[in-house]
């Protein structure tokens, strides 16, 4: 059980500041752990790499695939950032390759290369939820056409029927 001292002191403890108030504090403490950007929910560059590469990538890929939909824009963007981080992931395996002893470069590489293997997999998702998107599209679209061309063709032999009726 806490003493009144204990008590006293837990509660002007309590009163002072509990974390970044202000956007750009809890911008800054969203960095506190950040190491490498290769786990976790956010995007953001590293010091040495070069964010006009990234959109000279995204270009690249918006060119391809040319995203109609906001979707389409999304898992454009997501297979962006998964090439850009299993390139990141390339890049840190081979500079600590170099500068790891031995016994410490095995278990480096092994997870450099889960994460290389991860965002290549969060690529090909993207690539393939894109692809099968657009095969249904392009089925929806194939079966509204074909659907109209059989309302023509009943309203067609319709009118064929009323005609030699009226004659």
């Known amino acids: 059980m806490a003493s ?7 509660r002007e403890n309590g009163k002072k500041g509990h974390g970044a108030v202000t956007p750009e504090g809890k911008q800054a403490s969203a960095l506190n752990n950040f190491r490498h950007g290769l786990a976790g929910g956010g995007f953001y560059f590293l010091e040495y790499e070069n964010p006009d590469q990234y959109d000279q990538l995204m270009d690249l890929l918006i060119k391809e ?26 890049e840190i395996q081979t500079s600590s390759a170099a500068f790891s002893n031995i016994y410490e ?4 590489l092994n997870k450099w290369t ?3 293997l991860q965002h290549e997999r969060a690529f090909q998702q993207a690539l393939n939820q894109l692809l099968k998107l657009r095969a249904e599209a392009k089925r929806e679209q194939i079966g509204f056409e074909s659907l109209k061309r059989a309302e023509a063709d009943k309203t067609e032999r319709e009118q064929k029927q009323q005609t030699r009726a009226t004659h």
């Open 114 to 116: 889960r994460y290389q």
């Open 4 to 10: 009144e001292a204990q008590i006293r002191a837990n």
């Open 105 to 108: 470069q095995a278990d480096e």
């Open 65 to 90: 695939h040319k995203p109609q939909t906001p979707t389409e824009h999304l898992l454009v963007e997501k297979m962006g950032r998964s090439q850009w981080l299993s390139q990141r992931a390339i």
